[in-house]
């Protein structure tokens, strides 16, 4: 049995590498070990506990207000520790975090296979997403496996100088995660969220936490929040806020007390999902949501100035807002009022993947053992 360790560290990269782990532990053929780092705890925690995955080994790494030097300075040399303990054949890592690329770094100086789940993705600018851009092209450097969602991140991935063969286009690992719980959650955990889930009127589910964005950005996106619910007595909104402080407050001083305006603090993932299953649409900078909504048919006002997910705008199912209060309330206003428009979205076919992205993970890395067939591509 080939050993393949599984590593996350935040609840974004968690989630979406739990179907990994589930189809990687289903083959007879591969071990698998799941190691996390830690580097969000609180949030990680919770997303393990929906999931039912416990670690083998965690690294603990988290320090509170901890800066990415931070978070580096004590994965790498926690990371090496727990390779030479393992003695992994292949590294599996995700998508852009601090904590992939640590991983990825490691075991690059280990002598150790990388594989990298959600690459190719691309702005095509250093500093947007930041640090997660240079991240994901750092992983794609040192990785040996490239599982690409779409042929489009492939052909990224070829034009920086990657081998095609090496490269897997399997779907988005995060539409296998979102389809799942939905399938299986029908009521919240958090019941003091049901007056903000199912309350009367239109539900906009709001998120913002970039570091890109903070300051400025997030001031943005708070205005145009209170100038909808200011116009649009039928719509509430629910936002739960990042715990960090630098967006909590400024979150807080603009919000806090406006009319129909929800503010919690992180929900559970089932929460989460349970909230875009109601909502009428989705305003958010996250990059899961781009992918997440999408599969439950619900828009999404993309909060960035740059998405390294342009698939969703091509195909309709995401429209890039920005951070401008002014441009966000009128995007905003035109799907609350143009029902053509809303439905347009709606029910534009999600790009992002069908649910089986996982299955061909784990197929693509026997392959890569010599131990299967080259699993056919997702189209």
Known sequence: MKKVMAVFGTRPDTIKMMPVVEAVRSSSKLRLFALSTGQHRQ??????????????????IMRPDQSLADIVTRGLPAMMRALEEIGPDLVLVHGDT????VASLASFYSG??????????????KLNPFPEE?????IGSLADVHFAPLKTHKDNLVAEGVGPDSVFVTGNTAVDAVLNTAAR???????KLHDAVYGPGRLLLVTAHRRESIGIGIKGICEAVRSILRDYEDVRVLFP??????????????????????LTGPMSYPDMVMA??????????????QEEAPSLGKPVLVLRRVTERPEGVSAGTLKLAGVDPVQIRKLAGRLLDDEGEYNRMATSRNPFGDGR?????????????GLGPRPGDYE
């Open 276 to 289: 875009m299953k109601n909502a009428y649409f989705c305003m958010s900078d996250s990059g899961g949501i």
């Open 43 to 60: 949030m990680l925690d919770d997303v393990l506990r929906v999931f039912g995955v416990e670690p083998d080994m965690d690294l603990d």
């Open 241 to 262: 806020v990042h715990p960090n402080p630098r967006v909590s407050k400024t979150v807080h001083e603009i919000l806090d007390g406006v009319k129909r305006c929800h």
């Open 185 to 191: 959650v029908d009521k919240l955990e958090d019941g």
């Open 134 to 138: 240079m991240n994901r092209k750092l």
């Open 98 to 101: 601090s904590t992939g690329f």
């Open 357 to 369: 992205a996982s299955e061909r993970i784990k197929d693509a890395i026997l392959y890569f053992f």
């Open 112 to 125: 150790v296979k990388v594989g990298h789940v959600e690459a190719g993705l691309r702005t095509h600018d």
